[in-house]
Nanobody
Framework: QVQLVESGGGLVQAGGSLRLSCAAS????????MGWFRQPPGKEREFVAR????????NYADAVKGRFTISRDHAKNTLYLQMDSLKPEDTAIYYC??????????????????WGRGTQVTVSS
């Protein structure tokens, strides 16, 4: 059974940084996309970033490009999201996700089969 457990969220001032971690277990993730999504208060879940677990290829939402960096550590089976220059509009619950490469675009939540429970990130102005 796949488990994805996020950590690292918290309260930070605008302009600050946080690093989210996602401990992944339960399967080999070769050939998988690992993604970060977020759900701001009162809004729908939205794509943030993804990484191909094998190749390391990355993609980002325009809203975070240049400020966030997604990475993974094969040895620790852990996914990361380094968030710099945080803005109040980055406030959201952040979710880790995993899904096989397939028919849906990497930015589409339907491309991901497994999800963590989320970690809250709050950015104060």
């Amino acid at each position: 059974q796949v488990q994805l457990v996020e950590s690292g969220g918290g309260l930070v001032q605008a302009g600050g940084s946080l690093r989210l971690s996602c401990a992944a277990s339960g399967r080999a993730f070769s050939g998988y996309n690992m993604g970060w999504f977020r759900q701001p208060p009162g809004k729908e879940r939205e794509f943030v970033a993804r990484i191909n677990w094998t190749s390391g290829r990355t993609n980002y939402a325009d809203a975070v490009k240049g400020r966030f960096t997604i990475s993974r550590d094969h040895a620790k089976n852990t996914l990361y999201l380094q968030m710099d220059s945080l803005k109040p509009e980055d406030t959201a619950i952040y979710y880790c996700s995993a899904g096989p490469l397939g028919a849906f675009a990497y930015s589409d939540y339907r491309a991901y089969e497994d999800w963590g429970r989320g970690t809250q990130v709050t950015v104060s102005s």
